[in-house]
């Protein structure tokens, strides 16, 4: 095996299947690719990390910082303006936008 890069985040091996899953609610191919590329990249199966931001919402889980474009972005500013928390919002924009 190669050398651990410095940006590498150890995650459990569910926590790695969610960051990965996540993935195919990305809006184009591209950025699907760019997504899976990233989780290789960033984290490495290791130990369950309790740092690792995740959440639930709509029955869908998403881990980490979500990479929203645009269009996600008016979503959340719309939903949170709705009253809805921007957590709940960015997981409901991404996923269903």
Do not use: H, P
């Amino acid at each position: 095996m190669g050398k651990r890069r410095a940006a590498e985040t150890t995650v459990s091996a569910a926590q790695y299947k969610i960051l990965y899953n996540q993935c195919r609610y990305a809006d184009t191919r591209k950025a699907r690719r760019q997504c899976r590329l990233a989780v290789r990249t960033n984290y490495r199966i290791g130990a369950y990390n309790e740092n690792l931001d995740c959440r639930t919402y709509s029955g869908i889980t998403v881990c980490g910082t979500l990479k929203l474009n645009k269009r996600e972005r008016r979503c959340v500013a719309y939903l949170v303006k709705a009253g809805l928390t921007e957590r709940r919002a960015e997981v409901e924009c991404y996923a269903f936008v």
